[in-house]
C-alpha cells in the first residue's frame, strides 16, 4: 500500500462536517485481499495496537472491528482504523472515518484529525505497518509512535489558548487559526478578536513590554505605592556585594527580562551563594537583579479587565517516600500521572530530571538514587511555577477584597487588560500591605492552573476573556453563502448591493473577484476558501456574501462554520466528471453542504421550482426559505399554511409570504435586470436574493428599492447578459458556460430579437463530450449563425478539440449547419459583428469580457470608421 497524495480539510467538507484528512492510496494489488488470507497480520496487528480491541466498526458492541477482522476485511478499511487507533494512542479524541474505492486498487481513505502534520503522520505509520505485516518485517511501534508524540508537542494547542477558543464557541463563536502560527482569531470580519494564549487583541504592546521588564514593573508599582521588594540591578561583583549588604540577606537573583520562573534562584542567604548564583547566571543573562526574598506562600491571582477572576497557590512539586523507592523512581511515579506532560499541553507539567534538580536536593541531603524515607516530604523545585512541575489550589473564594484592589491597581499601573499578579504572603485572605509583596506583573498569564486546580474548584477565565472583548455584547457578522448551477453570481450581487445601499461594509467574494464595501481587491474567480477567508479575516467587513463554487466545496471544503443564510439557486448539470462528482446525485450532495451548514436559527434558501435542489430537503436542519415562480407550488401552499416565510410570483408581482400575510414587494417590470419579463431566469435569481435577505431580517421597502434599482449593466451586474450596442446591434455578453444557462440566455436572446441571432459559442475544456455536444445542439436551435470559438484555458483539452464537440453537437441537430470556427475569441466576436446587421443580436459566451468590452468601445467610439474591425 501507499499513499499517491493527501488533502487536508480544515472545516466542513463533503465527507463530514468534522475536519478529515483524505487519502489517497494503491493497495498494489491487495484491494481484494481480506487480511485473514494474509498470514499472522490479524494476529499481530492486534497485539500491536490492542486498542483496536475497543473498536465496535458498526457493530454494537466492543471488539466489532476485531470481529470484523476474523471475518475478513480489507486493507483500505483496516487502515482507517489504524490511523483512528494511533491517534486516540497518543491523546488525540478522534472516532470518524471510512474508506471508499475509487476504481481497482485505487481507494479514499477518509478520517478525522485534530492537529494536521500528526494526522498524516499517522497514516504514514499505519501504512507502514500494513506493508510490515505483509513483507514479514517488524515496526518499533513504540518509537514511532514517541516520535509522532513529539511533533504532536509542537502542534498542540495550548490549555490557556483552548480555554479562550472554547468559550468563544460556546458564546456561538467560530474559531479560525492563523496559518500555521499559534494565533487564533475568534469571529469573523468587524466582530474578529485575535488571541495568543492569554494576549488579547486588546493588549497593549508597551503594557506588555513594561511587564516584561521587572525591574521597570517594580519601580511602577513602587510609584503607586504597591508593596514590592527592595531591590536593584546589579553590573558586576562589585555592585552585586554592594547592593546584597544594603539590602540583606535572604536574597533572590533572577533575570531582567524572563519568564515561567526560568533563572530565578531563590533564598540566597550569603556571601558565597551569591556569588555562585551570578556566576551562574551572568552566563545565560544580559542584565540581572537582585532583590531581598521574602518567606511565604506563591500566589497568582489573574485579572482581566480590571476584575479578579482567578486565585491560585502554586505549591512548588514534591515527593513523598515510602522507605523502598528511590528519589528517581518516586519522581518518575509522579511524572506519569496522567494530567502531566511535556510542556503546557496538559494541566501540570513533568518535573525535569536537570543540573538545577538535582544541586535542589543536594542541599536537602539527597541523590537521585537515594531511597527516601517513609513519609518524607522532599521539595523538589524552589519555585512553585507550573511549567517546572508545580501544583495549584484554588483560592479564589479566599482572597480578602483589600487584596483584590491591590492586584487591580497593580494591573491598571501597568495597563495590561490580562494579567497575572503574583503575590507572597503567608495568608491571602488577609491584607498583605506589610505582610506580603507583590513579586511580578505577567503579562500572557497561564490559565490551567486556574481552569485544572490540583485541589478546589475550576475558574472560567477563558469566558472572562472572551466578555471582555466583545464587552459583553457577544455575536458574529452575518454570513450569507450562495451556491448552485446558474445564477449564484447575479444572485450574490444583489444580495450585496442590498447591504451595501443600507450602509454595511459588505465583504463579497465572486466568480468576478472579491470586493470590500464595493471595491475591487482581487480580480478572477474567487469562489474558494482562500477567498472566502480573505473576507472573513478583513476587521473592516460588517457581513460576508460568499459565492462558494462546487470545487472550492470539493477541494478545500468550507471556509467558514455556519452560515446564517444559505441560497441553492437550483441544480442542474454541470461539470459531471470532473473531481469525483459522476451523475446528478453526487452534484446534489455537493451542493447540499452548504445548505447543511447553517445555523440552527439561520435559514436555507430553496427553489421549490427545481427537480434536485427537492431532493437535498431532507439533509437540512434550519429553517427554509422557498421561493417559487408558481404560487400554487405545493411547498409554498404547505409553507405558508405553517405560517413559513416563502417568496413567489403571483400575477407578475414578486411576493414575500410571512406568518400567513402576504407583501407584494416589486412588479416585475419594475425590476430592470428582468428586462420586461425577458430574462425570466432572473426572477429567480431576484427571489433567490429577495429570500435571502428576508433571512437577514432586512427592511422590506429597502429590499424593493434595492431590487428596482439594480441595474442591467457592467458596474452592478458585469458579465450577465450585459448589453452593448453597436450601429443598431444588439451584443450580449453572457457567461452562460453549461446547458441550462445556454437554455436560458438563448431563449432570452430570441424573444428580444427582430433580425437574426448570431451566436459566439464556446463550453469550458473539462466538461463531458456528450453535455458539449448537447450545447452544440442546443445552440443550433435558438442560433442563426453560429461562431465557434475556445477558451485559452482548455483545461487538458487538445487544441481545436472542444470546437470539433460543439461542431458534431450542431451537425447532429439537423436545424442549423450554418457554423464556422473561429478558436480566438476576440476574433470570433469581430467576425459576427461583420456578418451583422441593424436589428440583429450578437452573444458571446465569454471566457474574458475586458478584451470583448475594449473591441466595443473602440468600434463605439470610431463609428464612421468601416475599417475599424481590422485595425483592431
Given at each position: 500500500?501507499?499513499?499517491?497524495?493527501?488533502?487536508?480539510?480544515?472545516?466542513?467538507?463533503?465527507?463530514?462536517?468534522?475536519?478529515?484528512?483524505?487519502?489517497?492510496?494503491?493497495?498494489?494489488?491487495?484491494?481484494?485481499?481480506?487480511?485473514?488470507?494474509?498470514?499472522?497480520?490479524?494476529?499481530?496487528?492486534?497485539?500491536?495496537?490492542?486498542?483496536?480491541?475497543?473498536?465496535?466498526?458498526?457493530?454494537?458492541?466492543?471488539?466489532?472491528?476485531?470481529?470484523?477482522?476474523?471475518?475478513?476485511?480489507?486493507?483500505?478499511?483496516?487502515?482507517?482504523?489504524?490511523?483512528?487507533?494511533?491517534?486516540?494512542?497518543?491523546?488525540?479524541?478522534?472516532?470518524?472515518?471510512?474508506?471508499?474505492?475509487?476504481?481497482?486498487?485505487?481507494?479514499?481513505?477518509?478520517?478525522?484529525?485534530?492537529?494536521?502534520?500528526?494526522?498524516?503522520?499517522?497514516?504514514?505509520?499505519?501504512?507502514?505497518?500494513?506493508?510490515?505485516?505483509?513483507?514479514?518485517?517488524?515496526?518499533?511501534?513504540?518509537?514511532?509512535?514517541?516520535?509522532?508524540?513529539?511533533?504532536?508537542?509542537?502542534?498542540?494547542?495550548?490549555?490557556?489558548?483552548?480555554?479562550?477558543?472554547?468559550?468563544?464557541?460556546?458564546?456561538?463563536?467560530?474559531?479560525?487559526?492563523?496559518?500555521?502560527?499559534?494565533?487564533?482569531?475568534?469571529?469573523?470580519?468587524?466582530?474578529?478578536?485575535?488571541?495568543?494564549?492569554?494576549?488579547?487583541?486588546?493588549?497593549?504592546?508597551?503594557?506588555?513590554?513594561?511587564?516584561?521588564?521587572?525591574?521597570?514593573?517594580?519601580?511602577?508599582?513602587?510609584?503607586?505605592?504597591?508593596?514590592?521588594?527592595?531591590?536593584?540591578?546589579?553590573?558586576?561583583?562589585?555592585s552585586l556585594l554592594k547592593e546584597a549588604d544594603r539590602i540583606g540577606y535572604p536574597l533572590v537573583?533572577?533575570?531582567?527580562?524572563?519568564?515561567?520562573?526560568?533563572?530565578?534562584?531563590?533564598?540566597?542567604?550569603?556571601?558565597?551563594?551569591?556569588?555562585?548564583?551570578?556566576?551562574?547566571?551572568?552566563?545565560?543573562?544580559?542584565?540581572?537583579?537582585?532583590?531581598?526574598?521574602?518567606?511565604?506562600?506563591?500566589?497568582?491571582?489573574?485579572?482581566?479587565?480590571?476584575?479578579?477572576?482567578?486565585?491560585?497557590?502554586?505549591?512548588?512539586?514534591?515527593?513523598?517516600?515510602?522507605?523502598?523507592?528511590?528519589?528517581?523512581?518516586?519522581?518518575?511515579?509522579?511524572?506519569?500521572?496522567?494530567?502531566?506532560?511535556?510542556?503546557?499541553?496538559?494541566?501540570?507539567?513533568?518535573?525535569?530530571?536537570?543540573?538545577?534538580?538535582?544541586?535542589?536536593?543536594?542541599?536537602?541531603?539527597?541523590?537521585?538514587?537515594?531511597?527516601?524515607?517513609?513519609?518524607?516530604?522532599?521539595?523538589?523545585?524552589?519555585?512553585?511555577?507550573?511549567?517546572?512541575?508545580?501544583?495549584?489550589?484554588?483560592?479564589?473564594?479566599?482572597?480578602?477584597?483589600?487584596?483584590?484592589?491591590?492586584?487591580?491597581?497593580?494591573?491598571?499601573?501597568?495597563?495590561?487588560?490580562?494579567?497575572?499578579?503574583?503575590?507572597?504572603?503567608?495568608?491571602?485572605?488577609?491584607?498583605?500591605?506589610?505582610?506580603?509583596?507583590?513579586?511580578?506583573?505577567?503579562?500572557?498569564?497561564?490559565?490551567?492552573?486556574?481552569?485544572?486546580?490540583?485541589?478546589?474548584?475550576?475558574?472560567?477565565?477563558?469566558?472572562?476573556?472572551?466578555?471582555?472583548?466583545?464587552?459583553?455584547?457577544?455575536?458574529?457578522?452575518?454570513?450569507?453563502?450562495?451556491?448552485?448551477?446558474?445564477?449564484?453570481?447575479?444572485?450574490?450581487?444583489?444580495?450585496?448591493?442590498?447591504?451595501?445601499?443600507?450602509?454595511?461594509?459588505?465583504?463579497?467574494?465572486?466568480?468576478?473577484?472579491?470586493?470590500?464595501?464595493?471595491?475591487?481587491?482581487?480580480?478572477?474567480?474567487?469562489?474558494?476558501?482562500?477567498?472566502?477567508?480573505?473576507?472573513?479575516?478583513?476587521?473592516?467587513?460588517?457581513?460576508?456574501?460568499?459565492?462558494?463554487?462546487?470545487?472550492?466545496?470539493?477541494?478545500?471544503?468550507?471556509?467558514?462554520?455556519?452560515?446564517?443564510?444559505?441560497?441553492?439557486?437550483?441544480?442542474?448539470?454541470?461539470?459531471?466528471?470532473?473531481?469525483?462528482?459522476?451523475?446528478?446525485?453526487?452534484?446534489?450532495?455537493?451542493?447540499?453542504?452548504?445548505?447543511?451548514?447553517?445555523?440552527?436559527?439561520?435559514?436555507?434558501?430553496?427553489?421549490?421550482?427545481?427537480?434536485?435542489?427537492?431532493?437535498?430537503?431532507?439533509?437540512?436542519?434550519?429553517?427554509?426559505?422557498?421561493?417559487?415562480?408558481?404560487?400554487?407550488?405545493?411547498?409554498?401552499?404547505?409553507?405558508?399554511?405553517?405560517?413559513?416565510?416563502?417568496?413567489?410570483?403571483?400575477?407578475?408581482?414578486?411576493?414575500?409570504?410571512?406568518?400567513?400575510?402576504?407583501?407584494?414587494?416589486?412588479?416585475?417590470?419594475?425590476?430592470?435586470?428582468?428586462?420586461?419579463?425577458?430574462?425570466?431566469?432572473?426572477?429567480?435569481?431576484?427571489?433567490?436574493?429577495?429570500?435571502?435577505?428576508?433571512?437577514?431580517?432586512?427592511?422590506?421597502?429597502?429590499?424593493?428599492?434595492?431590487?428596482?434599482?439594480?441595474?442591467?449593466?457592467?458596474?452592478?451586474?458585469?458579465?450577465?447578459?450585459?448589453?452593448?450596442?453597436?450601429?443598431?446591434?444588439?451584443?450580449?455578453?453572457?457567461?452562460?458556460?453549461?446547458?441550462?444557462?445556454?437554455?436560458?440566455?438563448?431563449?432570452?436572446?430570441?424573444?428580444?430579437?427582430?433580425?437574426?441571432?448570431?451566436?459566439?459559442?464556446?463550453?469550458?475544456?473539462?466538461?463531458?463530450?456528450?453535455?458539449?455536444?448537447?450545447?452544440?445542439?442546443?445552440?443550433?436551435?435558438?442560433?442563426?449563425?453560429?461562431?465557434?470559438?475556445?477558451?485559452?484555458?482548455?483545461?487538458?483539452?487538445?487544441?481545436?478539440?472542444?470546437?470539433?464537440?460543439?461542431?458534431?453537437?450542431?451537425?447532429?441537430?439537423?436545424?442549423?449547419?450554418?457554423?464556422?470556427?473561429?478558436?480566438?475569441?476576440?476574433?470570433?466576436?469581430?467576425?459576427?459583428?461583420?456578418?451583422?446587421?441593424?436589428?440583429?443580436?450578437?452573444?458571446?459566451?465569454?471566457?474574458?469580457?475586458?478584451?470583448?468590452?475594449?473591441?466595443?468601445d473602440k468600434l463605439n467610439d470610431n463609428k464612421n470608421n468601416t475599417d475599424i474591425i481590422k485595425?483592431?
Amino acid at each position: 500500500m501507499k499513499i499517491l497524495s493527501s488533502n487536508i480539510y480544515e472545516g466542513k467538507n463533503i465527507y463530514s462536517h468534522k475536519k478529515c484528512i483524505r487519502l489517497d492510496v494503491d493497495l498494489e494489488g491487495y484491494c481484494e485481499t481480506p487480511s485473514k488470507e494474509i498470514e499472522g497480520f490479524n494476529d499481530e496487528l492486534v497485539k500491536m495496537i490492542p486498542e483496536l480491541y475497543t473498536h465496535r466498526c458498526g457493530i454494537d458492541e466492543d471488539g466489532g472491528f476485531v470481529k470484523r477482522l476474523k471475518e475478513g476485511t480489507y486493507l483500505a478499511h483496516i487502515c482507517e482504523h489504524i490511523i483512528i487507533a494511533i491517534q486516540n494512542i497518543i491523546g488525540i479524541e478522534v472516532a470518524y472515518g471510512k474508506a471508499r474505492e475509487v476504481e481497482g486498487d485505487i481507494y479514499q481513505i477518509i478520517y478525522q484529525y485534530k492537529y494536521p502534520k500528526a494526522g498524516i503522520e499517522c497514516a504514514k505509520l499505519a501504512i507502514d505497518i500494513i506493508n510490515g505485516l505483509i513483507n514479514g518485517i517488524v515496526i518499533d511501534f513504540k518509537t514511532r509512535v514517541s516520535i509522532i508524540k513529539e511533533m504532536l508537542n509542537e502542534e498542540l494547542i495550548g490549555p490557556s489558548t483552548l480555554a479562550v477558543c472554547e468559550a468563544a464557541e460556546k458564546h456561538g463563536l467560530p474559531v479560525m487559526k492563523l496559518g500555521s502560527s499559534s494565533f487564533y482569531q475568534i469571529g469573523y470580519g468587524k466582530q474578529g478578536r485575535v488571541i495568543e494564549a492569554s494576549i488579547t487583541s486588546n493588549t497593549s504592546c508597551i503594557a506588555a513590554d513594561i511587564s516584561c521588564d521587572k525591574l521597570l514593573t517594580k519601580e511602577l508599582l513602587d510609584l503607586q505605592n504597591l508593596p514590592v521588594a527592595r531591590g536593584a540591578k546589579v553590573y558586576n561583583v562589585i555592585s552585586l556585594l554592594k547592593e546584597a549588604d544594603r539590602i540583606g540577606y535572604p536574597l533572590v537573583l533572577k533575570p531582567q527580562y524572563g519568564n515561567k520562573g526560568r533563572g530565578v534562584i531563590l533564598d540566597i542567604k550569603n556571601e558565597k551563594e551569591l556569588i555562585t548564583a551570578y556566576q551562574k547566571l551572568i552566563n545565560e543573562f544580559n542584565d540581572i537583579i537582585l532583590e531581598e526574598y521574602h518567606r511565604g506562600d506563591d500566589y497568582r491571582v489573574c485579572v482581566v479587565n480590571n476584575k479578579v477572576v482567578g486565585v491560585s497557590l502554586r505549591v512548588p512539586p514534591y515527593i513523598i517516600g515510602d522507605g523502598n523507592k528511590s528519589v528517581e523512581e518516586l519522581i518518575d511515579e509522579l511524572n506519569s500521572h496522567e494530567y502531566r506532560g511535556e510542556g503546557h499541553e496538559k494541566p501540570l507539567t513533568k518535573v525535569k530530571k536537570d543540573a538545577m534538580l538535582n544541586s535542589f536536593i543536594s542541599e536537602q541531603g539527597y541523590a537521585l538514587n537515594s531511597i527516601l524515607e517513609s513519609d518524607k516530604k522532599l521539595l523538589l523545585r524552589k519555585n512553585a511555577n507550573l511549567s517546572t512541575g508545580g501544583i495549584a489550589i484554588d483560592y479564589t473564594d479566599k482572597i480578602c477584597e483589600e487584596n483584590k484592589d491591590i492586584c487591580i491597581r497593580a494591573a491598571k499601573a501597568i495597563g495590561i487588560d490580562v494579567c497575572g499578579v503574583d503575590i507572597c504572603t503567608n495568608d491571602i485572605s488577609k491584607s498583605i500591605i506589610n505582610n506580603g509583596i507583590i513579586m511580578e506583573v505577567n503579562t500572557a498569564p497561564g490559565l490551567r492552573m486556574h481552569i485544572y486546580p490540583s485541589e478546589g474548584k475550576s475558574r472560567d477565565v477563558g469566558n472572562e476573556i472572551i466578555n471582555m472583548m466583545y464587552k459583553d455584547s457577544i455575536k458574529n457578522i452575518p454570513v450569507v453563502s450562495i451556491s448552485g448551477t446558474n445564477g449564484k453570481t447575479t444572485t450574490t450581487r444583489l444580495i450585496n448591493y442590498t447591504l451595501c445601499k443600507l450602509g454595511m461594509c459588505s465583504g463579497m467574494t465572486s466568480t468576478e473577484g472579491i470586493f470590500i464595501n464595493n471595491q475591487c481587491i482581487d480580480i478572477g474567480d474567487d469562489t474558494g476558501m482562500d477567498s472566502a477567508k480573505c473576507v472573513l479575516l478583513n476587521k473592516d467587513v460588517e457581513v460576508a456574501v460568499l459565492e462558494t463554487a462546487r470545487g472550492g466545496i470539493i477541494r478545500r471544503g468550507l471556509a467558514y462554520d455556519l452560515a446564517d443564510v444559505a441560497v441553492i439557486t437550483n441544480i442542474t448539470e454541470d461539470h459531471l466528471g470532473c473531481d469525483g462528482v459522476n451523475d446528478m446525485e453526487d452534484l446534489c450532495y455537493v451542493k447540499s453542504l452548504i445548505a447543511e451548514a447553517v445555523k440552527e436559527e439561520g435559514y436555507a434558501v430553496i427553489n421549490a421550482d427545481d427537480k434536485y435542489s427537492k431532493t437535498i430537503i431532507d439533509r437540512i436542519k434550519a429553517n427554509i426559505i422557498y421561493f417559487s415562480k408558481d404560487y400554487k407550488n405545493p411547498l409554498i401552499i404547505n409553507s405558508i399554511r405553517e405560517g413559513k416565510t416563502v417568496v413567489y410570483l403571483k400575477e407578475d408581482y414578486i411576493c414575500i409570504n410571512k406568518k400567513r400575510k402576504e407583501y407584494k414587494l416589486s412588479n416585475i417590470d419594475d425590476i430592470p435586470i428582468i428586462l420586461n419579463g425577458a430574462l425570466k431566469f432572473n426572477i429567480e435569481n431576484v427571489m433567490a436574493a429577495c429570500a435571502a435577505l428576508v433571512g437577514l431580517d432586512i427592511d422590506y421597502n429597502h429590499i424593493k428599492n434595492s431590487i428596482e434599482s439594480f441595474e442591467l449593466n457592467s458596474k452592478e451586474n458585469y458579465g450577465r447578459f450585459n448589453i452593448h450596442d453597436y450601429n443598431g446591434v444588439r451584443i450580449i455578453l453572457d457567461y452562460g458556460h453549461n446547458i441550462e444557462g445556454y437554455k436560458k440566455a438563448l431563449t432570452a436572446v430570441k424573444e428580444i430579437t427582430k433580425g437574426k441571432v448570431i451566436g459566439v459559442i464556446g463550453v469550458p475544456g473539462d466538461r463531458s463530450n456528450d453535455s458539449v455536444k448537447e450545447i452544440g445542439k442546443i445552440s443550433s436551435k435558438f442560433i442563426d449563425r453560429i461562431i465557434i470559438k475556445e477558451d485559452k484555458d482548455r483545461r487538458g483539452r487538445k487544441l481545436g478539440e472542444i470546437a470539433q464537440l460543439i461542431k458534431l453537437g450542431i451537425d447532429s441537430s439537423n436545424e442549423n449547419n450554418n457554423a464556422k470556427i473561429v478558436l480566438d475569441e476576440v476574433e470570433a466576436l469581430k467576425e459576427a459583428i461583420k456578418e451583422s446587421n441593424v436589428g440583429d443580436s450578437i452573444i458571446v459566451f465569454y471566457e474574458k469580457i475586458k478584451p470583448l468590452i475594449e473591441v466595443i468601445d473602440k468600434l463605439n467610439d470610431n463609428k464612421n470608421n468601416t475599417d475599424i474591425i481590422k485595425s483592431i
